[in-house]
């Protein structure tokens, strides 16, 4: 049974380039989530989707950061234009609902040169 | 600021020992759940404690809600190196809303 999958599993790339996450959640989840890891600021919630909506993008660092969730079995999260401090590991997680057990994928490795 | 401030960020211990870790906030949570993350993963949910007071067991793992529910620890009995990863709590403020995590508690099990 395939958990959340999640593409690239690393990426570095240079200042000013734009960079797509992609996510594919567990199989009739209705939730998806991405969160941003980091060591001074631990796991940050970016934002959510329920049934491909977005409910809350109040985690969402600035304008350069955008998400889609055209459907149930994809998302992705792109940064236009990068830069050094959004290097991170970003997770997508997926649930049955919103307060359900979140199953999270291995995570992108992503560092801005 | 964090909402959830976990103690201590680094524990390094000998195969063997006892340990615990907390997770202390000023705020009363709906909800509060644990989590274990290995290098290279994602986290894994071990328990959900709800309710003031509670305690749960998962094997050498023992899980509290302090009864004010702004608290939480979690204790484990003669530690492993398996048990080595970093250790996350979370918590919900309402009963449907967003998971908090706290900055997380690295330790390190040495054979």
């Known amino acids: 049974d395939a958990g959340v999958i999640q593409s690239p599993r690393h990426e570095v790339t240079e200042m000013g380039q734009e960079v797509t996450l992609r996510c594919k959640p567990i199989s009739g989840h209705n939730s998806l989530f991405w969160y941003r890891q980091t060591m001074m600021r631990g796991l940050e919630l970016l934002i959510y989707?329920?049934?491909?909506?977005?409910?809350?993008d109040s985690g969402m660092p600035e304008d350069r950061f955008s998400a889609k969730m055209p459907n149930a079995s994809f998302s992705t999260l792109k940064i236009q234009p990068s830069e050094p401090r959004d290097s991170a590991v970003y997770f997508c997680a997926s649930s049955s609902g919103t307060t359900d057990t979140q199953y999270f994928g291995p995570g992108t490795r992503l560092t801005v040169l | 600021t964090q909402l959830l401030e976990q103690s201590p960020q680094f524990l390094s211990i000998q195969e063997g020992e006892n340990l615990t870790v907390y997770c202390n906030s000023s705020?009363?949570?709906?909800?509060l759940q644990w989590y274990r993350q290995e290098p290279g993963e994602g986290p894994v949910l071990l328990v959900t404690?709800?309710?003031?007071?509670e305690v749960k067991k998962l094997k050498r793992l023992t899980f509290q809600f302090g009864d004010a529910r702004k608290d939480s620890s979690l204790h484990i009995t003669a530690a492993q190196p398996g048990d080595t990863g970093l250790y996350l709590c979370a918590g919900r403020r309402t009963s449907y809303g967003k998971l908090t995590f706290g900055q997380g508690t690295i330790l390190t099990v040495h054979p």
């Open positions: 404690v709800v309710t003031g007071g």
């Open positions: 989707f329920n049934n491909n909506v977005p409910i809350d």
């Open positions: 705020s009363v949570f709906s909800s």
